[in-house]
């Protein structure tokens, strides 16, 4: 997540262009971008920032709510694929394929009537980790393919 509060003292208080914020290290131009032209059309929400607002207050007010209260991102009605369990599999298994850990994927998620990203196997596994680390998603609520794996 973008730190939104310094986005915006950096851009408003100290003039700094979306690009010098990026060379910051604060995150992508695109994304620091997309963020300001959102800022500055919302219209709850202006530079100076209220006291005590926070990162996911900005987010909030800027991007708004879905209907669960959080702050509208990324569609959660998807589910993630497990990238740790996929790695293992894919580290210690003979013959292992993108293609069979993809398919396994849809078929946990079909099974369990959640919603499956489509796509190209390398598209899938975008997200993975990288060989020889064991990072990555970690526990979250993914389909888990473990079980498959082992």
């Known amino acids: 997540m973008l ?20 060379e910051q290290g604060l995150g992508s131009k695109s994304g620091i971008n997309d963020f300001l032209s959102a800022f500055e059309a919302c219209e709850r929400l202006s530079f100076p920032l209220p006291e005590g607002i926070t990162n996911y207050g ?14 509208a991102g990324r569609d959660t009605s998807f589910e993630y694929p ?3 369990a996929v790695h ?3 580290a210690n298994r003979k013959n292992m394929t993108m293609v ?9 998620c079909a099974e369990t009537e959640k919603k499956y990203y489509t796509g190209h196997p390398s598209v899938f ?7 020889g680390s064991l ?3 970690g526990e979250t609520e993914s389909c ?5 794996a082992s």
């Open 3 to 22: 730190d939104y509060k310094e986005i915006i003292i950096r851009h408003y208080g100290g003039g700094m262009s979306g690009r010098a914020l990026a």
């Open 58 to 71: 900005i987010a909030e007010l800027v991007y708004g709510a879905n209907s669960m209260g959080r702050a």
């Open 82 to 84: 497990n990238y740790a």
């Open 88 to 90: 293992i599999a894919m």
């Open 100 to 108: 069979f850990q993809r398919n396994q994927y849809k078929r946990v």
């Open 125 to 131: 596994l975008a997200g993975a980790v990288q060989p």
């Open 135 to 137: 990072g990555g998603t």
């Open 144 to 148: 888990s393919l473990q079980e498959e």
